[in-house]
């Protein structure tokens, strides 16, 4: 058993290592406020919302309709 230790350890580093390598892949990229006002003006698509108050005493949903 104590000869497969130094492989294991050394296998667990390089697994290790790797995984920090790929961590930096899940950032997003930041845009500006201006990059992001020009993508919302290309999009071409028509939305609404619907909006539910729980209770009438949450919101005034007369304003926000």
């Known amino acids: 058993m ?3 230790s130094l492989p294991i350890k050394f296998l ?3 697994l290790l290592l ?3 390598q790929y961590s930096s892949f899940a950032q997003s990229n930041l845009y500006s406020s201006s ?3 020009q993508s919302l003006k290309k999009l071409n ?3 609404s919302v619907l909006y539910i108050a729980a ?3 949450d919101e005034n949903t ?3 309709a």
């Open 12 to 14: 667990t580093f390089v």
């Open 2 to 4: 104590a000869k497969f």
């Open 62 to 64: 007369a304003v926000l």
């Open 35 to 37: 990059e992001i006002y």
């Open 55 to 57: 209770h009438p005493d």
């Open 45 to 47: 698509v028509l939305g």
């Open 18 to 20: 790797n995984l920090n």
